[in-house]
């Protein structure tokens, strides 16, 4: 049983940035595919972005641009740096490790507990 923590987030104002980290229990290396999601108030759970062990990411469209997901295996830690922060961001942040290759959040193995995202206008 892994565990993930999620670390990093916060208030921020817009245009500002932050960046969340996600901690394993144990290693990353087998994990075919690591994400980060997010619900809104009032909305359901979406993939923000996701990474292979290989290294190919994917981001929903929103975030394209603005922000990047990284993994250090060596460290069993997820990142995602958000930049160019708008309040539609503002949601808790979690992120979620598969031994499958596809983030569908119903196909993840591992979640975390979330960091709540606050962007004020």
């Known amino acids: 049983q892994v565990q993930l923590v999620e670390s990093g987030g916060g208030l921020v104002q817009a245009g500002g940035s932050l960046r969340l980290s996600c901690a394993a229990s144990g290693s990353i290396f087998s994990f075919n595919a690591m994400g980060w999601y997010r619900q809104g108030p009032g909305k359901q759970r979406e993939l923000v972005a996701a990474?292979?062990?290989?290294?190919?990411?994917n981001y929903v469209d929103s975030v394209k641009g603005r922000f990047t997901i990284s993994r250090n295996n060596a460290k069993n830690t997820l990142y995602l740096q958000m930049n160019s922060l708008k309040p539609e961001d503002t949601a808790v942040y979690y992120c979620a490790a598969s031994y499958r290759s596809d983030p569908m959040p119903a196909l993840m193995n591992y979640w975390g507990k979330g960091t709540l995202v606050t962007v004020s206008s």
């Open positions: 990474i292979t062990r290989g290294g190919t990411t």
